[in-house]
């Protein structure tokens, strides 16, 4: 059976249901405690009474709202015009329906001193007491009464309904919040791959010229009946490739095991140029350990051998040396080959391993890190290479 693609990480609800919950108790724990608050400054008498009725209309309101948050997240994202109508819509029978249990726990459920409008702070009016009075002893004015109960829940629903368009107003903020921070998570995965693929290709990018070179020099050798050289140079080959191709390109490596490849790849290149290829090596100790991208001197090393030592009658010396300066870790490949050969290495070839190293190194480290070319002197040709100093931790 066909493997079922990998669910994506990213792919998340645009605000995640613990969020919603949380700024709903968030919304009304702070409405009851400011409503409180302005009850206990005013003075008004029976604050546990009321804080217990206040506290009951706390809760059906939490659950009001969760089934406003029930519908409203049904509507996408994008439509975000048609979820603040949905909301106004939504918000006027909701808060009607918090009115009128309002008005059923302060009133219907009667003490001395509860009443519709401590549940907000506010005293009672001359025409709401008048009101429940006519109410409680029955008076033969009804109408007016029903009225006046009718007048006051639309007076408190008009008030509450800014409560519940204030809330979706909160929810429409958090949830396109949640889309912009999933939608630049999943742009960095995007980038971070299409980094990582970058780097690949650039690894990859192996000199044909060196693989036909190698086995020339190699049939040379069986044919010379050189089979100790042959063997060696086998052996060489097969690890340097091994090295090259089986790791992972987005990783780093000890910089004494970059240079120690650079040695596998200049002993198979000096089966070709016994007389004619020198190497030195400057590596202080305490870099050994410092941290570089895998294979980065790998077509420095190689220009070196094709522009310096290839065209030169006389002994060439390639030079790798490391240093650090603020930071920094300083990275030299240079070689004493024939006067000019910087500029043929310039104009003659294609350029495309010098491109490939600056490309690795802009990709990886920015603006922190550079490739720069420049002739060395008397003769030859010099590249510099920065990037930031690490060590492998243990």
Same mark, same amino acid.
Not at 59 to 64: D, H, I, N, R, Y
Not at 344 to 354: I, M, P, Q, S, V
């Given at each position: 059976?066909?493997?079922?693609?990998?669910?994506?990480p990213?792919?998340?609800?645009?605000?995640?249901p613990?969020?919603?919950?949380?700024?709903?108790?968030?919304?009304?724990?702070?409405?009851c405690?400011?409503?409180?608050?302005?009850?206990a400054?005013i003075g008004?008498?029976?604050?546990?009474?009321?804080?217990?009725?206040?506290?009951?209309?706390?809760?059906f309101?939490?659950?009001?709202t969760?089934?406003?948050?029930?519908?409203l997240?049904?509507?996408p994202?994008?439509?975000?015009?048609?979820?603040?109508?949905?909301?106004?819509?939504?918000?006027?029978?909701?808060?009607?329906?918090?009115?009128s249990?309002?008005?059923?726990?302060f009133?219907?459920?009667k003490?001395?001193?509860?009443?519709t409008?401590?549940?907000?702070?506010?005293?009672?009016?001359?025409?709401?007491r008048s009101?429940?009075?006519?109410?409680?002893?029955g008076?033969?004015?009804?109408d007016?009464?029903d009225m006046?109960?009718?007048?006051?829940?639309?007076d408190?629903?008009v008030?509450?309904?800014?409560?519940?368009?204030?809330?979706a107003?909160?929810?429409?903020?958090l949830?396109?919040a949640?889309e912009?921070?999933?939608?630049?998570r999943?742009?960095?995965a995007f980038?971070?791959a299409?980094?990582?693929?970058?780097l690949?290709?650039? /690894?990859y990018?192996?000199?044909?010229?060196? *693989?036909?070179? %190698?086995?020339?020099?190699?049939?040379t050798?069986?044919? +010379? @009946?050189?089979?100790p050289?042959?063997?060696?140079?086998?052996?060489?080959?097969?690890?340097?490739?091994?090295?090259?191709?089986?790791?992972?390109?987005?990783?780093?490596?000890?910089?004494?095991?970059?240079?120690?490849?650079?040695?596998?790849?200049?002993?198979?290149?000096?089966v070709?140029?016994?007389d004619?290829?020198?190497l030195?090596?400057?590596?202080?100790?305490?870099?050994?350990?410092?941290?570089?991208?895998?294979?980065?001197?790998?077509?420095?090393?190689?220009?070196?051998v094709k522009?310096?030592?290839?065209r030169s009658?006389?002994p060439?010396?390639?030079?790798? /040396?490391?240093?650090?300066?603020?930071g920094? *870790?300083?990275? %030299?490949?240079?070689?004493?080959?024939?006067?000019?050969? +910087? @500029?043929?290495a310039a104009?003659?070839g294609?350029?495309?391993g010098?491109?490939?190293?600056?490309?690795r190194?802009?990709a990886?480290?920015?603006?922190?890190?550079?490739?720069?070319?420049?002739p060395?002197?008397?003769?030859?040709?010099r590249?510099?290479?920065?990037m930031?100093?690490?060590?492998?931790?243990?």
């Amino acid at each position: 059976m066909p493997e079922e693609p990998a669910a994506d990480p990213y792919d998340e609800p645009d605000l995640s249901p613990r969020v919603a919950l949380l700024s709903i108790a968030g919304f009304w724990l702070f409405y009851c405690a400011i409503v409180t608050a302005r009850s206990a400054v005013i003075g008004q008498a029976g604050q546990l009474d009321i804080l217990a009725r206040r506290l009951a209309i706390m809760l059906f309101s939490m659950g009001l709202t969760c089934l406003l948050y029930l519908i409203l997240r049904r509507i996408p994202t994008s439509s975000l015009r048609r979820g603040m109508i949905a909301a106004g819509l939504l918000a006027a029978p909701a808060a009607l329906a918090f009115s009128s249990v309002s008005w059923l726990v302060f009133d219907v459920l009667k003490s001395p001193w509860a009443t519709t409008a401590a549940a907000t702070g506010n005293p009672p009016s001359g025409a709401q007491r008048s009101g429940r009075m006519m109410v409680q002893v029955g008076g033969t004015n009804a109408d007016d009464a029903d009225m006046a109960v009718i007048k006051m829940i639309a007076d408190s629903a008009v008030n509450s309904y800014f409560f519940f368009v204030g809330w979706a107003a909160l929810y429409f903020a958090l949830r396109y919040a949640a889309e912009v921070g999933a939608l630049e998570r999943k742009n960095a995965a995007f980038r971070a791959a299409a980094q990582a693929a970058e780097l690949r290709a650039l /690894r990859y990018q192996v000199n044909p010229h060196f *693989l036909f070179n %190698t086995l020339n020099s190699l049939s040379t050798l069986v044919m +010379a @009946g050189r089979r100790p050289a042959a063997e060696r140079m086998i052996i060489n080959l097969s690890s340097f490739f091994r090295a090259s191709l089986v790791g992972d390109p987005s990783e780093d490596m000890l910089l004494t095991e970059e240079i120690r490849l650079q040695r596998l790849y200049l002993e198979i290149e000096q089966v070709r140029f016994p007389d004619r290829l020198r190497l030195a090596i400057e590596l202080p100790d305490d870099l050994r350990d410092a941290l570089v991208p895998g294979l980065i001197l790998q077509p420095l090393i190689e220009n070196a051998v094709k522009y310096g030592v290839s065209r030169s009658r006389r002994p060439v010396t390639i030079g790798i /040396r490391a240093s650090a300066q603020q930071g920094l *870790l300083l990275l %030299t490949v240079q070689d004493d080959g024939e006067p000019g050969a +910087a @500029g043929k290495a310039a104009e003659g070839g294609t350029g495309l391993g010098l491109r490939n190293v600056a490309d690795r190194i802009a990709a990886r480290f920015g603006d922190r890190g550079h490739c720069r070319v420049r002739p060395f002197d008397p003769d030859g040709f010099r590249v510099d290479l920065a990037m930031p100093l690490t060590f492998d931790e243990p």
